[in-house]
């Protein structure tokens, strides 16, 4: 259990090194790999990634695969998280920034991802500078990565190893389910539980509103004023765009800023056949027989015409 953790926490520090030198990326969170932290499994069992619980706006992803796949072949799967670059959110520290993405991807038992002298030089290209990470020890076929920047990885892709049923006997031909996730943008609850400042803030108590008071950070506070005279104030994180001024009157829960967020995440579900090659040979051998007999019944259809032809001219 040591060993996990100090694992979990090795990767997870990886992950924010490459991020922070590597692409200089709005901190945040709310990304898969954060979910490292607080859940030692990413998927419940009404089949939920942790993902959601931080995003809870959804959008939709895209994931490309293989139909099936050989023992111990290296494929690709792809996560696409398509949304407008034109669009920008709200940092961490109030000022627009670009939105990021991350992605997870939950293989069967026994696909890992590949390792660097298995992938070719096209993937190698195709995810420089991107780290790609186990989510832990104990689930290396649950992979994990970002936030990276947006606007150079709407498409997230993944080097897969398949295993080999020869070589372990728990692994069949069979055909497996897996879960890809991705997201953009940041996420409206922190792991801790807190709520991010990627949200719509609510009147506290129906009333007027009698001050908003903004501090030199940009963060306002609201004080409402109900029928009785007690006051109550709302905070009001910076960079969030106030839609109500001194005089209006609110009701409880009642938005008191616009909604800032222009991300979410989305998750789906496909299926993938580890195939036996002796299945394939097998119905290579069938099509050939099949070939050869259609051909030896025209061939014979020809012969049979000559026959009678000749019969009929003598």
Known sequence: MAINKFFKSLFFTLALAVNIFGFSVEKSDAYPVFAQ?????????????????????????????????????????????????????VGANGKQADLNVGGILILPKGFKLASKNQISEEIKAKNKGVFISPY????????????????????????????????????????YPFYAGGNRGRGQVYPTG?????????????????????????????????????????????????IVKVGDIVKTEQSLNLDPNVGGFGQEEK?????????????????????????????????LKKVQAAELNF
């Open 194 to 242: 807190e709520k991010s400042n990627m949200n719509v803030f609510g009147a506290i108590q129906t009333g007027q509103i009698s001050e908003i008071n903004i501090s030199e950070k940009g963060d306002s506070n609201v004080i409402i004023v109900n029928v009785n005279g007690t006051k109550t104030s709302q905070a009001i994180p910076a960079g969030l765009n106030l």
């Open 37 to 89: 932290q607080n859940y030692s499994n990413p998927r419940a069992a009404n089949g939920k990634l942790a993902c959601a619980n931080c995003h809870l706006n959804q959008k939709a992803i895209e994931v490309e695969s293989p139909q099936a796949v050989l023992p111990n072949s290296v494929f690709e799967v792809e996560i696409k998280v398509p949304y407008d670059t034109t669009k920008q959110q």
């Open 136 to 175: 832990s020890t104990e689930f290396d076929n649950i992979l994990v990565v970002g936030p990276i920047a947006g606007k150079t990885h709407q498409k997230l892709i993944f080097p897969v190893v398949s295993p080999d049923p020869e070589k372990d006997s728990n692994i069949k031909y069979l055909t």
């Open 271 to 303: 299926e993938i056949v580890l195939q036996d090659p002796l299945r394939i040979v097998g119905y290579l051998a069938f099509c050939f027989c099949a070939l050869l007999t259609q051909v030896l019944l025209i061939l014979k259809k020809n012969n």
